[in-house]
């Protein structure tokens, strides 16, 4: 039985920003929200992220299932990355890595 939830997260910023992006940028960003939403706990859920793009802005985060709710939620509410506003997308979800 497969006890996780694989995102496809995408980050959009303006043309023009001076952001860094990094996997850890990216990942903390996420982590951060949970914290800042849900809590001492919610900024303790396991997130794995398995693959990240730095020219497509994009990332699979391995999220555990009982999380995952919690874990999209605080996603879409994340408006700035390195105080430049943003937007995070969901561009797919799926019960299995190989799918995204």
Do not use: W
């Not at 430049?84 to 979800?93: D, E, L, R, S």
């Amino acid at each position: 039985m497969n006890d996780y939830i694989y995102l496809d997260v995408e980050l959009k910023l303006k043309e023009d920003s001076s952001a860094v992006l990094t996997p850890a940028y990216f990942q903390g960003s996420i982590e951060r929200s949970l914290a800042e939403f849900f809590g001492e706990i919610g900024g303790q859920t396991e997130l794995e992220l398995l693959k990240f793009d730095c020219t497509q802005k994009r990332g699979i985060l391995k999220v555990p299932k009982e999380f995952s709710s919690k874990t999209k939620a605080a996603i879409t509410l994340i408006g700035r990355f390195q105080d430049i506003p943003c937007h995070f997308a969901i561009v797919k979800t799926s019960d299995k890595p190989l799918e995204l």
